[in-house]
């Protein structure tokens, strides 16, 4: 997969950005993108710090809903998230693959999964529910 360059651009200065997040496909329920593991990422012990890798799901989740944003929505924001750590790198680069759980009109449910693309190894498992946004109660109930 190539680099969504208008995508990953939409990051730069924000976190995204920040963290070196490239964009590789957005779809209405999915998303892939990937990050290089790099010495700003990891914590004290020498390991990826957790806050990078939930920032890679949280991410690709994020834009996803964005893709999958029912008629009527003007956004949406994060309610809950959790994330189960399995393993952990120091070099290389981290994929993750974003997939809709659940798209209703109300609230979303994202899964994603956090692998070592060198490896295959996985690193995270994440889950997310993103509350869907409307400007008025006319539009929610529509």
């Not at 004290?44 to 999958?68: E, K, W």
């Not at 809950?80 to 759980?101: D, Q």
């Not at 109300?106 to 889950?127: L, N, P, Y």
């Amino acid at each position: 997969m190539e680099i969504d360059e208008k995508l990953t651009g939409i990051g730069e200065g924000l976190l995204p950005g920040l963290l070196g997040i490239e964009v590789l496909s957005v779809t209405p329920g999915a998303a892939v993108m990937r990050m290089q593991v790099a010495r700003k990422l990891l914590a004290p012990n020498g390991f990826l710090h957790a806050a990078s890798v939930v920032g890679l799901a949280d991410t690709a989740a994020g834009y996803g809903t964005i893709a999958s944003l029912p008629k009527g929505a003007k956004g949406f924001t994060t309610i809950e998230l959790k994330s189960n750590f399995t393993g952990t790198a120091r070099e290389g680069t981290l994929l993750c693959h974003a997939n809709a759980a659940h798209s209703g009109r109300m609230t979303q449910v994202w899964d994603a999964k956090v692998t070592h693309e060198q490896t295959g190894k996985t690193i995270a498992h994440f889950r997310c529910t993103q509350m869907i946004l409307f400007d008025g109660l006319n539009e929610c109930l529509s």
